[in-house]
Structures are given as structure tokens and as C-alpha cells.
């Protein structure tokens, strides 16, 4: 059987999230022209989708992280670090789908604040499980030492921390 290693464990699945992540963008769009246009049963199997997009993503984030401490700071870390990527403070958040999803948040701020009565409990899940993605991303940071440490861009704060203050930041527009 051919094993993969710790590095390409880590980059496959964010690979994985990222998808995720890209299709989570499309699944929101739709369901803000068809809560526009009050085509509430299609709405509903947008949010439907994107919150299982959402939990797609936690489990690529704990998948990334399926291997040991040690591997990570030998062999992981050092990939996000120059020679191997042109930025001093790597992270996430330069991702292209990144802006994307938190500018989409922001101009649907106002659509999630006035949903129909009949998508609140779709929403509640699809904020639970926003709130899922952010544990397990947590979880690995955690695990690969980020309760003790900065992150590669934020090295003066515990990396689990500037998580949760993200996440809590971000679920804000979401809420």
C-alpha cells in the first residue's frame, strides 16, 4: 500500500478544503439570488449544501493533520517557510478564497439578519457548523503546537487563540 507522507497528507487535503471552500462560495451565491428572488425551496438547498460544504471542510482540516507532531516541525512547517514560498508570514488568509468567502459574509450580513422564518433552523446549522470548521481547525493547531505558539503570521499571539478570536470575528457576519 502506498502511504502517503506528512506533507502530502497536509497539502492534499487543503487542497480538499479549498475546494470545499470554492464550492461553499458558489452554494452562497445562489442562495442569495434565489432568497432575493424568494425562491425559498431552492434557497433552502443551497444553505442545505453549504453547510455540509462547511463540515466537508473540518474534516479536510483534521485530515491535514493526521500524523504526528514531529512530522509537522521537521517536515511540514518548513514548506510554508522561504525558500519554499515567497512570504515571511504565510497563512490561509492570503488565499483567494479567503477574501472571497469573507466579502461574500459581509454583503450577506443583511440576508442572514432577515431570513424567512422557514430558513432560520437551516441557518442555525449552517452557523453550527461554521462553528465545527473553526473546532477542528483549532483542534490541529493545537495539536501541532499552536496552544504554546505563534502561528507563522501571528508569532506574538498562541496560534489557538487568534483563531478563536477570528472565529468569533467572523461569526459575526454569519449570525
Not at 11 to 26: D, V
Not at 148 to 154: K, Q, Y
Request: overall charge positive; aromatic content about 10%.
Amino acid at each position: 500500500m502506498n502511504k502517503l507522507n506528512s506533507v502530502q497528507t497536509w497539502k492534499g487535503f487543503h487542497w480538499a478544503f479549498f475546494i470545499n471552500i470554492q464550492g461553499l462560495i458558489i452554494c452562497l451565491q445562489r442562495f442569495e439570488k434565489y432568497v432575493m428572488t424568494e425562491d425559498i425551496p431552492k434557497a433552502k438547498i443551497e444553505l442545505e449544501t453549504a453547510t455540509q460544504l462547511i463540515l466537508a471542510s473540518g474534516a479536510a482540516m483534521q485530515l491535514a493533520g493526521s500524523f504526528n507532531r514531529q512530522e509537522y516541525e521537521n517536515k511540514v512547517r518548513q514548506t510554508m517557510t522561504p525558500p519554499s514560498v515567497q512570504s515571511e508570514n504565510f497563512s490561509g488568509l492570503m488565499s483567494w478564497e479567503h477574501a472571497s468567502l469573507i466579502q461574500l459574509w459581509k454583503k450577506l450580513r443583511p440576508v442572514f439578519e432577515t431570513l424567512p422564518p422557514s430558513l432560520k433552523p437551516h441557518h442555525e446549522k449552517f452557523v453550527a457548523a461554521y462553528f465545527s470548521l473553526i473546532n477542528s481547525h483549532k483542534k490541529v493547531c493545537k495539536k501541532f503546537g499552536g496552544g504554546e505558539s505563534g502561528s507563522l503570521r501571528f508569532g506574538n499571539t498562541k496560534a489557538v487563540d487568534t483563531l478563536e478570536k477570528f472565529g468569533h470575528g467572523r461569526a459575526k457576519l454569519i449570525k
